[in-house]
Nanobody
Framework: QVQLVESGGGLVQAGGSMRLSCAASERMFSVYNVGWFRQAPGQEREFVAAISWSGDTVYYADSVKGRFTISRDNDKNTGYLQMNNLKPADTAVYYC?????????????????WGQGTQVTVSS
């Protein structure tokens, strides 16, 4: 059972930057793919970015491509989401998730383990 804890959320002005972290309890974190998702009030949870267990493959939603960067440090059992040029539309609760599928997934239903989420608010 992998436990994930997100941190780094908060309030930022439009155009600013923020880095989210996702700390995993599992020593075998390096075998898990990691995804970031977000959910705004009244909306469905949506895909943001994903990175394969090796870090060789990454996917981004079109809405964040060129602004967000996903990465991981397997030695620290931690995943990251660097968010630059933030927009008010990025305001949401951000969740990290992990799974061991051999394919990197973008659908939230494909992920087995989830963090509790961290609020990101971007003011205009």
């Amino acid at each position: 059972q992998v436990q994930l804890v997100e941190s780094g959320g908060g309030l930022v002005q439009a155009g600013g930057s923020m880095r989210l972290s996702c700390a995993a309890s599992e020593r075998m974190f390096s075998v898990y793919n990691v995804g970031w998702f977000r959910q705004a009030p009244g909306q469905e949870r949506e895909f943001v970015a994903a990175i394969s267990w090796s870090g060789d493959t990454v996917y981004y939603a079109d809405s964040v491509k060129g602004r967000f960067t996903i990465s991981r440090d397997n030695d620290k059992n931690t995943g990251y989401l660097q968010m630059n040029n933030l927009k008010p539309a990025d305001t949401a609760v951000y969740y990290c998730a992990a799974d061991r599928d051999h394919l990197l997934q973008t659908m939230p239903g494909k992920y087995d383990y989830w963090g509790q989420g961290t609020q990101v608010t971007v003011s205009s």
